[in-house]
């Protein structure tokens, strides 16, 4: 168990994107705390890139614009992951990324 609580019903807010629910406040992962843009998780799985704008609308989710890089620590299977992005911490959408291929 990751310990960071359970999934909203996809059909609690028809049209509204489901989103996780901390049962944790405050909302802490143990990652430096936020502004620390320079900050890289050494436990990443993979990049990938926001390819689609996303605000969040909650605070245990990241807000990305186009072209943000995220360093994904975990996927779930409701399409939602859990990443690091500008010294923030939180969940997004997953299908608003592409991966990210190194050369």
């Known amino acids: 168990d990751s310990g960071l609580g359970t999934w909203a019903p996809s059909d609690s807010q028809p049209g509204k994107i489901s ?3 901390s049962d944790h406040e ?3 992962p143990g990652y430096p705390a936020a502004g620390d843009a320079a900050y890289i998780p050494s436990n990443f799985i993979k990049r990938v ?3 689609f704008r996303y605000n969040k609308t909650s605070d245990d989710e990241l807000s ?3 072209g943000a890089t995220i ?3 975990q996927e779930h299977s409701d399409g939602w992951s859990e990443g690091f992005y500008n010294g923030a911490y939180g969940y997004f959408p997953a299908n608003f990324t592409t991966l990210i291929v190194d050369r």
Do not use: H, K, S
Request: hydrophobic residues 55%; aromatic residues 14%; without cysteine.
């Open 71 to 73: 360093y994904v620590l």
């Open 49 to 51: 890139q926001a390819i």
């Open 64 to 66: 990305l614009p186009i």
């Open 19 to 21: 989103r996780p629910i």
């Open 26 to 28: 405050p909302f802490d």
